[in-house]
Structures are given as structure tokens and as C-alpha cells.
């Protein structure tokens, strides 16, 4: 697939697709295939990233990372098509830059991709959207699990997470038949228990929460003000209340409280 295809399909913004392409017309891609071809190989994903930055030098908005993502995750169009994965699944899980994009927005006012450390994984084949939520094939010692993440467009009602999680299990048992009986794990303060104090009882992050044994309570994190708050300050006094989660989030750490990004394996 060429990446004025994929750019296209993804709806990426206009003014970014413009200047991916400038970019993309007069850059030899030929020059990084070693580091874009290894993003295939998940213990090679960091490595290869760290020279990629290294050859592309000075990128201060990150145009020429972002291009180099965009042709990674063109090339292995190939690899869905030779296993006989659907379109749909190829371009959800590619619609990653656009949303990551809007996110940053929505944030800062700027039109910006910054998550080309997480978008290895898109541009190597190692994760999926399939429905509600995204399914990264994780190499954790000599063992792979099914790495669940909450992409931040989820519908996050239990009938809809049940026909992600359905999915994916026919998915993989198709596709990657090694990973049928794979455990299925997710990191995230989505799943800290002090939530159950800020929720009502009928919660959807509650209903999700308690589909998770919790094996281990996690490192203390402040990623979830970006996604509960759609902000990056990180002055508390400031976050906004416009949800009853919002305002007694707030209460909580104003208080002095953390919130933990917690780890639970899913539940047979």
C-alpha cells in the first residue's frame, strides 16, 4: 500500500497528510528499511526506533517519524492481506494516527503527532483494534499474552466490550492459532479499586474493572489526567468538573491521593 493510500483511508488531518507527503516525495525510504522492517520483531522495536531517530536527526515536529510510521504501517498491508485479515481490522487499527493526533489537539491546540513510541507496535503487526478495544500481542520473558488496551473513542457499555472481547478470541484462535488458550491482561488505572469509591455501582469502568482479577496493584501514575480531564496541566487546583468522576477524582487527589496503574489478568 502506498502511504497517500493509507493517509487517505485513515483520514489523516489535511495539513498533516500534506506535509507527510512533501516529506515522503523527496525522502529514500530505502535508507531506514533495516529499522522499519524490525519493528516486526518485538524485542527489536526500541532499538529500532532509537536509530531511526538517530538517521532522521533534527525533527522538531516530527513529520519525518511520523512519515516513516506511516510507510512501516503501509508495508505490512501485506502481512494482513497474506494472513487473510479484513480491511476493517487493517485500517481501525491505522486510524491510531489520526486520533492520536486529535488527542494532542484537543489537549494543546496544536496539531502534533507524539506517539511514535507507542505506534511501533501499529507499524509492526504486534497490535489490533478489533471492535472497542486494541489487542497487542506482548512478549513478556519467554511468554506472549494478549495485551488489552482502552483506546479513548471506546464504547465502553458491557455489550460492546463483549463483542470486542468475543472477536478477538476468533481472531487470534484464526490468525495467530499459537495464542488460542493466551492469557489476556490489561495495565491500566482503569483498574486501580480505589475507583470503586468514585463510581456508581451501574459504572461501565466498574462493569470492565471487575471482568480483571488485579494480581498487582501497579505503579503510581498520572497518565489519566490526560484521558480523564482531556487536559496536561498538571496543576489539580485546575482540572475541570463536569463528571461526578471528574469531581471526586479531583477531591482524591486534591486530598493528597495517587492513583495506581493496576495490572489484572482476564477472568476464564
Known sequence: MEIHTLCDKIQLQPKIKSRILEFANDFDFNSVDKQLFAFQIYEKMSEALAELQTIL??????????????????????????????DEIYFATMKCYTRFINETYQMTGKLYFDRYWWTTRQAGCHLFRIGELEYEMKHIE??????????????????AIDNSLASAKHFFAAYYPELSNAEYRCHSWLLDRQ?????????????????????????????????????RTTECDNLPENTSLQRNMKKHLLSGGVIRNAYGRLKL
Open 142 to 159: 519467554k511468554n506472549i499474552v494478549i495485551g488489552i488496551h482502552i483506546p479513548s473513542d471506546v464504547d465502553f457499555s458491557p455489550s
Open 57 to 86: 536527526g533534527e525533527d522538531t515536529e516530527n513529520i519525518k517519524i511520523l512519515a516513516c510510521m506511516l510507510k512501516a504501517s503501509a508495508d505490512v498491508y501485506e502481512i494482513y492481506k497474506d494472513k487473510g485479515i479484513s
Open 195 to 231: 475507583l470503586k469509591e468514585m463510581l456508581n455501582d451501574n459504572s461501565n469502568i466498574l462493569s470492565f474493572q471487575n471482568r480483571f482479577e488485579i494480581f498487582d496493584k501497579g505503579e503510581i501514575g498520572t497518565e489519566f489526567i490526560d484521558w480523564l480531564y482531556n487536559t
